[in-house]
């Protein structure tokens, strides 16, 4: 089955101990990417991908830093957590930069 | 920048009723306009993507369009149904800058009511 799979699904941690949240897609995808939703702000764009090793930052990418080794893969890191970074985040897949975006499950982040 | 409006912020219509949702954005220099619903605790559902040069496109009770130089889209249910019930979202995506820069609508919450 053609997926995106974020994990953790839920996390809370405490300030400043860092983490990961992985991205993996199974459908040979170029592009990934990695969005925050937050309530009245909607989903907003942290960082994507174009392909292996090109990464580029979207609108809101401070307090976050990925990484793009293999095709499949586009974890998320946070190196120091702060509060304000408790939100639900999703991971997202395309074929090519131009085509119908998947998007996993959900990560669901609180940081206290 | 870009700005992406959906209208209403919310909707409840009876079963079986045709509905339209809103999408605006301000700069029509887009690559694509994507229609996505979201349920609750779970991800986003793809639903039709329309191509800047497309001015629809349809699947199924779905149809989408799109009018570039008015910056407007619009998505179209026929025969709602309570399993419609969730939150529509749009998405715009366009070259910024040199970056590929996606901007959301925050989203239509519909309601069916059987």
């Known amino acids: 089955e053609a997926q995106v799979t974020q994990n953790p699904r839920y996390l809370i941690t405490v300030t400043g101990k860092k983490l990961t949240v992985t991205c993996s897609q199974n459908?040979?995808?170029?592009?990934m990417s990695w969005y925050r939703q937050d309530p009245g702000l909607g989903l907003r764009q942290i960082y994507y991908?174009?392909?292996?090793?090109?990464?580029d930052k979207g609108d809101v990418p401070e307090g976050y830093k990925v990484s793009r080794k293999e095709k499949r893969n586009f974890p998320l890191i946070l190196e120091s957590p702060s509060p304000n970074q408790t939100s639900l985040y999703f991971c997202?897949?395309?074929?090519?930069?131009?085509?119908?975006?998947?998007f996993g499950q959900g990560t669901r982040l609180t940081v206290v | 920048k870009q700005e992406v409006t959906q209208i209403p912020a919310a909707l409840s219509v009876p079963e079986g009723e045709n509905l339209v949702l809103n999408c605006s954005f301000t700069?029509?220099?887009?690559?694509?306009l994507q229609w996505f619903r979201q349920d609750p605790g779970k991800g986003l559902t793809s639903l039709l993507l329309?191509?800047?040069?497309?001015r629809e496109q349809t699947s199924g009770r779905l149809n989408a369009s799109l009018d570039k130089s008015s910056g407007r889209s619009t998505l179209y249910i026929a025969a709602s149904q309570p399993g419609d019930s969730a939150t529509y979202l749009c998405?715009?995506?366009?070259?910024?800058?040199?970056?590929?820069?996606?901007?959301f609508g925050i989203g239509t919450k519909l309601q069916v009511i059987p």
């Open positions: 997202a897949s395309k074929r090519t930069a131009n085509t119908e975006a998947f």
């Open positions: 459908m040979n995808h170029e592009y």
């Open positions: 991908s174009m392909n292996v090793e090109v990464t």
């Open positions: 700069d029509s220099a887009i690559y694509n």
């Open positions: 329309i191509q800047s040069s497309q």
């Open positions: 998405a715009v995506m366009q070259d910024s800058g040199g970056y590929q820069k996606v901007t």
